[in-house]
């Protein structure tokens, strides 16, 4: 790492040569070491996003081409207009750094930090998510300490906060073992009144600066900085590089800030996350177009004797900053003093254009607004991996087990088993709006409380696809979210990603990286999906071992379900019902689970993503639902189509009487045929007495049908009309494989 020096102190930045050149040059002045602290965190990857902008760029504006789009990317939060006067906000982020080094706080921050971007828009956060890679678990206490006590964290914080945990997902695999992800996700409800209320970061000259919510310590310095290197370039001393969370304080944080927004006294807001005051106020100035006055000695803190770069850097939890006008700085703080929130007058704007910090006599900061907020961009080099072409080539293995043998080793594989262990943790009916628990659905449904409205929310991809394709895998990740909305009852409506990948100078992280965005965008576009936000990690990888995390770029959708009668859920209902398999079933295992359980190998072609077929598929159930003829649906995932039935039958203890003769419409060996992840299908429950009218609406739409049998009353599954053998599943057995891993792995 470059250092620096100022005043005869030296100070160890992750800035290039170039940088500090150019910041000398624009200063025309050495920095002071303050003022270097505040550039190394500005200009970070972790701030700046220097490496990802260019590729960022290429999304569309989504609030100039969709109506609905209130607010897009580069806000703290997409929000989109979901009708009747009311607008959803949403967002999703990483705190992996910090949840590998310290998982319980690390976890319990980054929820944190998700709420404050919420509240930023004005409108009241109701629900969380969180999706989650950890190193395998079996025989590995270090990745089931992880998962322990990152759940524990999202769990405490989540609870005390009285916001519900509705949905989100875990995957398993090696890679992740030195970097687990831990990405947190906030949906913010509320009207366009409020939303309209928000603050513009329209500043005008004279308008105070507000420091309120916790006080500034030491914990969290170079926080930004820490999640800009690869965890094996740290030591023990980056540990302090971890913050500290306080969910109670958060619960009065959300309910001053949402009360004084209301008041229309707030022209501006920024949570203090990464990068701290500096951040906080570098981007409140710069976007707003306005210089500011700080005076330092005004700054609450929790330690004696903190320097002005301690303070400038300090990633302390539970803090805002607010811009308030003149003739309403009475009203903000009575609502502060009313909620008993700490809170302090530490400056005011001006029209100098500059950001200037004062420390009793001392002028430590004195920088142009835009300097520390507009940091420079680098155009990285991109490479397609040399072990791909060998990894495609791999086929399938000849089955050396049986089928009922393989179905119970993936009915209790660590990325299929029920998740129960970790939602139970998790009070998901807080705040009374979940309206499908976990387990029941394919993504997390909430009610919106006077009206016969309800959002669903889903989190997810497929890290083992996206490692062989970036390109299809992104895409399919994209399939299978906004299918557990579609599955639920829903029509997707607006997305975000949090990017998860290795070191962005090495071209081969890079050319993951550009290739999954631009899956993500060829697929938005065609499917008009608009993108209203994001969040990008680079540095997720292991120097030591040469390893880097398989590329994770995490997809958040959000739909509206109309109507209580047309939420549909996951378990099978009625015996005598038909089953439906929707969508066409391919030799397609690359990546699988399948490969990875039983053979242990990962490799082959992973699915390919058909836009037309897809949308098709979309609108034939969007047509189904609304002639009521579907009582049950669950997208087909990991493991293929029998798992997904059998996870159909578990909550009732129903099973499935299966005849395949005329379904392997592409003549798929049977355990390809059983076990392949082709993205996008569906399976249904509907009355046998609707199963023509099915069918047409099927041929109309040109979407692949075909019925795989009835549901039965007894728990077991019997599959017929296959090339070898029949199989004979016991729905309890499987039920109590699929209970029992984690619980099992977990005793530590």
């Not at 399919?476 to 100078?505: Q, S």
């Given at each position: ?318 803090r805002m900053a607010f811009i308030v006008k003149p003739e309403g700085l009475e009203d903000i703080l009575a609502i502060f003093k009313k909620f008993e929130m700490s809170h302090a007058v530490i400056g005011r704007t001006d029209d100098s254009g500059v950001l200037k910090v004062r420390d009793g006599e001392n002028l430590v900061v004195n920088l142009p607004s835009t300097a520390l907020s507009d940091a420079p961009t680098i155009q990285r080099e991109e490479k397609s991996p040399d072990y791909l072409d060998a990894l495609h080539k791999q086929k399938t293995p000849e089955p050396t087990k049986e089928l009922k043998e393989i179905m119970h080793a993936l009915i209790s594989s660590e990325n299929i088993c029920s998740k129960e262990w970790i939602y139970r943790q998790y009070d998901h009916e807080v705040g009374v709006r979940s309206v499908v628990k976990c387990g029941e659905g394919d993504s997390g449904v909430l009610r919106i409380i006077g009206t016969d409205k309800f959002i669903a929310a889903s989190v997810g991809t497929n890290s083992k696809h996206c490692f062989l394709d970036p390109y299809e895998g992104a895409k399919g990740g994209l399939v299978e979210t906004c299918g557990n909305v579609i599955a639920n009852g829903a029509r997707p409506l607006a997305m975000v990603n ?251």
């Amino acid at each position: 790492m470059p250092k620096v020096k100022s005043n005869g102190t030296e100070l160890k930045v992750d800035l290039t040569d170039k940088e500090i050149t150019q910041i000398k040059e624009l200063l025309n002045r050495e920095p002071s070491i303050t003022e270097w602290g505040m550039f190394d965190v500005m200009h970070s990857e972790h701030c700046s996003y220097k490496s990802s902008r260019p590729k960022l760029k290429f999304f569309e504006n989504a609030e100039k081409n969709y109506d609905r789009v209130l607010a897009g990317p580069g806000q703290d939060a997409g929000v989109i207009d979901i009708g009747d006067g009311y607008c959803l906000a949403f967002r999703i982020e990483s705190h992996n750094h910090p949840s590998a080094i310290e998982p319980y706080h690390g976890a319990a921050t980054g929820i944190g930090g998700i709420i404050r971007d919420i509240l930023c828009m004005g409108v009241r956060p109701i629900a969380l998510l969180d999706p989650l890679r950890f190193g395998t678990l079996k025989n590995n206490p270090h990745s089931q300490w992880l998962l322990k006590y990152v759940v524990k964290g999202i769990a405490d914080y989540g609870n005390c906060t009285g916001i519900p945990t509705i949905g989100g997902e875990v995957e398993f695999d090696e890679s992740f073992e030195s970097n687990c992800l831990v990405n947190v996700a906030c949906i913010g409800l509320g009207t366009i009144e409020d939303f309209n209320h928000a603050p513009s970061r329209a500043y005008h000259p004279g308008d105070y600066v507000i420091l309120m919510g916790g006080s500034t310590g030491r914990d969290g310095i170079h926080g930004v900085t820490f999640a800009s290197r690869t965890l094996t370039e740290m030591s023990e001393a980056d540990r302090p590089a971890v913050q500290i969370g306080d969910p109670f304080t958060k619960k009065m944080i959300i309910e001053a800030t949402i009360e004084a927004i209301k008041t229309g006294h707030v022209r501006g807001l920024k949570d203090l996350g990464g990068g701290g005051i500096s951040c906080a106020l570098s981007e409140l100035t710069g976007e707003g177009g306005t210089g500011a006055l700080i005076d330092m000695a005004n700054i609450f803190t929790r330690e004696p004797g903190m320097t002005s770069f301690e303070i400038m850097l300090s990633e302390s939890q539970e803090r805002m900053a607010f811009i308030v006008k003149p003739e309403g700085l009475e009203d903000i703080l009575a609502i502060f003093k009313k909620f008993e929130m700490s809170h302090a007058v530490i400056g005011r704007t001006d029209d100098s254009g500059v950001l200037k910090v004062r420390d009793g006599e001392n002028l430590v900061v004195n920088l142009p607004s835009t300097a520390l907020s507009d940091a420079p961009t680098i155009q990285r080099e991109e490479k397609s991996p040399d072990y791909l072409d060998a990894l495609h080539k791999q086929k399938t293995p000849e089955p050396t087990k049986e089928l009922k043998e393989i179905m119970h080793a993936l009915i209790s594989s660590e990325n299929i088993c029920s998740k129960e262990w970790i939602y139970r943790q998790y009070d998901h009916e807080v705040g009374v709006r979940s309206v499908v628990k976990c387990g029941e659905g394919d993504s997390g449904v909430l009610r919106i409380i006077g009206t016969d409205k309800f959002i669903a929310a889903s989190v997810g991809t497929n890290s083992k696809h996206c490692f062989l394709d970036p390109y299809e895998g992104a895409k399919g990740g994209l399939v299978e979210t906004c299918g557990n909305v579609i599955a639920n009852g829903a029509r997707p409506l607006a997305m975000v990603n949090c990017c998860n990948f290795g070191n962005p100078e090495k071209p081969e992280s890079y050319w993951y990286f550009s290739k999954a965005l631009d899956g993500i965008n060829d697929f938005c576009r065609t499917l008009k999906i608009p993108i209203v936000g994001g969040n990008v990690s680079f540095y997720n990888e292991d120097e030591v071992k040469n390893t880097s995390i398989k590329p994770t770029p995490v997809i958040m959708i959000v739909g509206i379900i109309e109507g209580a009668e047309n939420i549909i859920t996951l378990p099978f209902k009625k015996p005598g019902n038909d089953i439906l398999l929707i969508g066409e079933t391919k030799g397609e295992l690359g990546g699988s689970e399948y490969h990875s359980v039983i053979y242990g190998t990962e490799g082959g072609v992973p699915p390919k993503i058909n836009e037309s077929i897809i949308k098709a598929t979309w609108e034939f159930l969007l047509e189904l639902y609304s002639k009521n003829l579907v009582e049950a649906n669950h997208d087909v995932n990991k493991g293929g189509f029998i798992i997904t039935i059998a996870e159909m039958c578990f909550k009732n203890k129903l099973g499935a009487n299966l005849d395949l003769t005329d379904s392997n419409v592409n003549d798929l060996r049977d355990d390809i045929f059983l076990f392949s992840e082709s993205a996008g299908r569906f399976v249904i429950e509907s009355a046998t007495k609707e199963h023509d009218i099915i069918m047409e609406i099927a041929q109309q739409h040109g979407v692949l049908v075909r019925k795989l049998g009835n549901i039965i009353p007894e728990p077991k599954i019997i599959v017929r009309g296959l090339k070898e053998n029949d199989i004979f599943l016991d729905v309890i057995k499987l039920k109590e494989l699929h209970a029992s891993t984690l619980p099992d792995l977990m005793e530590i």
